[in-house]
């Protein structure tokens, strides 16, 4: 997909409406309402003029399945004093597209884009560490498979999505068993078509995880061989922003008022997980318990924490395996995307 075709799909080349179901609803806070609310935006040197400004502001967020911008309504965070137009992108090289197309503010992303981010030139700058789950993730294999573990599989068929932490794992477990990819019939597909061959019998394996697997497992009688991938990645996700978005001071405060929502929706998801799921549920119009089941054996709370040495440290390992693998050309610097001080 061309940037002209992405910028029209995301409504670039639309004038804004003035109002729509994507959109915050337009309010005005004082100086003391926005003091005093959960997410406090602070200029310096700007007075009443730039809270009303604040209300001409539109962030582009990128929102996806399970994604924070589902839930800060019910989390009390849905009352920005900016708009938000949210972005329903399926993730991964689309939502580096919308990024270099200029439609794109804030998002959410594995460890994987940022090294492709930076090897095409992509702008975003990395602001804040989500820490996610390790668990219900791994690889799955088809009902009646004989297979018992992973080195079971060579020789066979096992679907993966390309340049996603999907393909990540693959080739960690790979590694890990002293196994290449050419010593399986490893195919490469995008998600949505991996789970069809899976589902249809085409492929005996998938390497999957989160809500997409425990379906798979739950629902079609697929049964876990790894389901875990701790040990081979760390769990963390990024979130991201655009540079030129960081660049305008009236912004920048609105990310920083938007990612402190975000943390403040997670805390939430971590003290309802009963809510969360029937709101999950409600949203995919899966069963909720699927989604109970995620929260109960996720392996922490997924919380948004400030860039931290380990952190920085992981993404950079994580590229460095990228090269190796050859799935960039080259070892990449990626302490350069990290922006700090927002959260």
Known sequence: MGLAQLSAL??????????????????????????????????????????????????????????????????????????????????????????????????????????????????????????????????????????????????????????????????????????????????????????AAFTRGHVEAIVTGGISALLTESLLGGRWIVRSVAGLYSGNFCISAHPATLADPLKRAAIRDYLRREQATWQWIDRNPERWAALSGTLSSQPAALFQRLAREASRPALIVPPAKTAIASLQHVADDLARFALVRDRFDLSTLWEPGLI
């Open 10 to 195: 995301l409504g670039r080349d639309r004038p804004r409406p003035a109002r729509s179901a994507r959109l915050m609803p337009r309010q005005l806070y004082s100086r003391r309402a926005l003091l005093a609310g959960a997410g406090v935006l602070t200029l310096a040197g700007c007075g009443a003029a730039t809270e009303r400004a604040l209300s001409d502001v539109t962030l582009s967020v990128w929102r996806y399945k399970t994604t924070a911008g589902n839930f800060m309504a019910a989390a009390g965070q849905a009352d920005t004093p900016y708009q938000v137009r949210y972005v329903d992108l399926p993730g991964g090289p689309l939502v580096l597209n919308a990024y270099a197309a200029g439609a794109l503010d804030y998002a959410y992303m594995s460890e994987i884009p940022p090294a492709f981010a930076l090897q095409s030139g992509t702008p975003l700058r990395l602001i804040a560490t989500h820490q996610g789950d390790v668990n219900n993730s791994g690889v799955l294999v088809v009902k009646g498979s004989s297979a018992r573990q992973f080195h079971d599989l060579r020789g066979r068929m096992i679907a993966y999505t390309p340049n996603t932490n999907n393909h990540y794992y693959l080739l960690k477990l790979l590694e890990a068993h002293d196994l290449r990819l050419s010593d399986m019939q490893a195919v490469g597909l995008p998600a949505n078509d991996a789970n």
